[in-house]
């Protein structure tokens, strides 16, 4: 089976690394759990453009070279990397892909075989994917991500999703093509 996992919050607590970055230098003190949905410009009161500036600054901060990787998902991907083909496909933007493969591949060396980045919210105009766009292109058979707009995306395009549990997706009920899990254990434990 040819499985694409999603790097944030999936993969990367990039959100913890953020936060100490953005509450330190604003003196406020966000966390994850405040997080009712993934548009961090909602949760943060802050313009959307504001927001995306700010991102950028973080990953020219030494706060982006302390983003560790998510519970369980360095056993889950060597379990899953046994049998299955994986790639990961981010919603982070092209500006970031020398990061972010130094990242995975200082992680999860040589079981993640591909990263495909969609480029939203880019600061610059090189253009952007769907999930479903690069999922449909490489041939995968399941996603693994956190955010219900790519889980939708994918499963209205046939592709099996599980929904990584997180306190911006809590609302979101399962469907036939949709399925809920918790902890790596039980990605692990559906697949394997
Ligand atoms: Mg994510």
């Known amino acids: 089976m040819k499985i694409a996992v999603d790097v944030d919050e999936v993969l990367a607590s990039l959100i913890d690394?953020?936060?100490?970055?953005?509450?330190?230098l604003n003196g406020t003190c966000f966390a994850r759990?405040?997080?009712?949905?993934?548009?961090?410009?909602d949760v943060l009161g802050r313009e959307k453009e504001e927001v995306v500036s700010m991102y950028y600054d973080f990953w020219k901060?030494?706060?982006?070279?302390?983003?560790?990787?998510?519970?369980?998902?360095?056993?889950?991907?060597?379990?899953?990397?046994r049998k299955?083909?994986?790639?990961?496909v981010t919603s982070r933007q092209f500006d970031f892909i020398t990061q972010t493969k130094r990242w995975i591949e200082q992680h999860y060396y040589n079981k993640i075989q591909e990263v495909y980045?969609?480029?939203?919210?880019s600061n610059n105009k090189s253009g952007s994917f769907t999930k479903s766009e690069i999922c449909l292109r490489e041939g995968v058979d399941l996603l693994i991500d956190d955010h219900v707009r790519h889980a939708v995306d994918c499963a209205e395009h046939g592709i099996d999703v599980l929904i990584m549990n997180s306190p911006w997706n809590?609302?979101?009920?399962?469907?036939?093509?949709?399925?809920?899990?918790?902890?790596w254990e039980d990605v692990v434990s559906r697949i394997c």
Do not use: C, H, M, Q
């Open 61 to 81: 901060s030494p706060y982006s070279e302390d983003i560790n990787p998510v519970r369980g998902s360095l056993f889950g991907i060597d379990s899953l990397s």
């Open 33 to 41: 759990e405040d997080f009712k949905s993934y548009n961090w410009w």
């Open 17 to 24: 690394a953020v936060l100490k970055y953005y509450n330190n």
């Open 117 to 121: 980045f969609t480029n939203e919210l």
């Open 170 to 183: 809590r609302n979101f009920e399962d469907t036939d093509k949709i399925k809920r899990v918790y902890l």
């Open 84 to 88: 299955n083909k994986i790639i990961s």
